[in-house]
């Protein structure tokens, strides 16, 4: 989740309600989502900050498959299609999030029962750090 190189990024944002969703994407796949409350904020200058030395362009259409997979998520309907991503992993990290990811819509689990789901009862703490760093929330709740 860390320490990569960055070049190209292509950000844009959709509005859900009161919510606007911040969506980052490669010419590899999705790379990123920030929530916020402020629908003023331009995606170019919402990412800016957090990856000042990315080239940052404003692209709706290669952010269509993550728009589509946070739409999907938040209507807790299936995608249709593989979200293809940018976005690299530990093994433990992948585990984490695909198990959060089988868990059903308006459900919750502690760290420690994710911990558990993954093969490591006594890593709550490592759960959370995972969840804290999670850069395509939505998608990984």
């Known amino acids: 989740m860390a320490g990569k190189t960055l070049s190209d990024i292509y950000c844009s944002r959709i509005k859900v309600d009161r919510l606007t969703v911040y969506l ?27 990856f000042p030395t990315a080239h940052l362009t404003e692209d709706d259409r290669l952010n269509r498959p993550l728009a589509d997979a946070v739409e999907a998520a938040l209507r807790n309907t299936p995608l249709e299609n593989a979200l293809s991503m940018d976005v690299s992993f530990t093994p433990f990290q992948w585990a984490v999030l695909e198990a959060v990811a089988t868990i059903p819509f308006g459900q919750t689990r502690t760290y420690g029962a994710v911990a558990s789901m993954v093969g490591r009862p006594l890593g709550a703490r490592a759960v959370g750090q995972v969840m804290g760093r999670n850069p395509l929330p939505l998608i990984f709740p």
Do not use: M
């Not at 590899?28 to 957090?50: D, E, Q």
């Open 24 to 50: 980052a994407s490669t010419v590899k796949g999705a790379f990123r989502v920030g929530l916020g409350l402020n629908p003023s904020t331009p995606p170019v200058p919402f990412f800016s900050r957090l």
